[in-house]
């Protein structure tokens, strides 16, 4: 599994807590050149991606979605990353290029560059309606802003982790992922006294991998020492957009007729892009006009 991501799943013995730990650097470092991000921006991505991709492995269905979504007052501005079940990621960020000065102990400031603002969680399970909930964002820092959200909103302690990390010479990315950790109803004293004192001695998720290598089962390990962990699975991760041009013809034709008659009278074809994957999708007036015929047929 050299050139590729993985995450891996485990819980204790006792069946008290669960866990995740993901490598993601070559989507992350794919995305990044792809696009041309800043490492601020390549790092607030990855995090976010990597983060939404431990999510999405709790979903059930095949077709289920989780978004992440942070709306901040920095520079960065917006980002939103979806994944699902079947290990599948796609985000972007609104302003790709930002660059600012490292913070005091010399790390990328991404808290700065994300601001105050929200996070935003969606649930996309088939039903009528997707789940929506939303706290606010602590520090901006992503893993934290996590930690908040799923004590505020879904009232389970978690420990998250979550780290790009990049050749200071070439700007590629060497090391990405993160864990994710929560409790269960249940969670003896014992036990988190224990991750506690795992995670107390516990540096970075890029620094570990660094030294260790990408091992996502080790990182596990490392933090559930001592509480008997049990690997219950681990799955190929990957960057994957599902846009198409019925998909983009969708979001046309929800559009007011008004525009699309403005459209439809021009001479050049219109042009829909997709803000994840960047793929053009172009309409001429004549497919747009036939939209408008489909829509006033349905009335
Ligand atoms: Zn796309």
């Not at 989507?27 to 999405?56: D, F, Y």
């Amino acid at each position: 599994m050299s050139d590729t991501d993985f995450l891996v799943r485990m819980r204790d013995e006792a069946g008290t807590l669960r866990a995740l730990a993901i490598t993601s650097k070559h989507l992350v470092e794919a995305k990044r050149k792809q696009e041309n991000l800043s490492p601020i921006a390549a790092a607030a991505l990855g995090r976010l991606m990597s983060a939404a991709l431990m999510m999405g492995d709790w979903l059930k269905g095949e077709n289920d979605t989780l978004t992440l979504e942070i709306s901040g007052e920095g520079e960065l501005s917006h980002l939103v990353a979806v994944s699902n079940a079947k290990g599948e990621v796609r985000g972007y960020v609104s302003n790709p290029s930002v660059i600012l000065p490292p913070n005091e102990n010399g790390h990328l400031a991404v808290g700065k560059a994300i601001g105050k603002g929200r996070l935003i969680v969606i649930r996309d399970l088939g039903l009528k309606r997707p789940y929506v909930s939303a706290t606010s964002l602590v520090s901006g820092e992503i893993a934290e802003d996590l930690t908040y959200y799923f004590a505020q909103s879904e009232q389970t302690p978690s420990s998250v982790g979550l780290g790009v990390r990049f050749d200071p010479k070439t700007v590629e990315v060497i090391s990405a992922g993160g864990f994710l950790i929560q409790l269960l109803p249940g969670c003896p004293e014992s036990t988190i006294s224990c991750l506690e004192k795992n995670l107390a001695s516990f540096s970075s998720v890029t620094e570990f991998y660094q030294s260790h290598g990408d091992d996502p089962a080790l990182l596990l390990r490392t933090l559930l020492a001592g509480l008997s962990p049990i690997e219950e699975g681990k799955k190929e991760v990957r960057w994957h957009c599902s846009c198409s041009k019925d998909r983009a013809q969708h979001t046309l034709s929800s559009l007011p007729k008004k525009d699309l008659e403005e459209m439809a009278n021009d001479t050049k074809d219109t042009e829909i892009v997709c803000e994840f994957c960047g793929k053009s999708y172009r309409f001429s007036p004549q497919e747009i006009q036939a939209m408008i015929d489909a829509k006033e047929a349905k009335q």
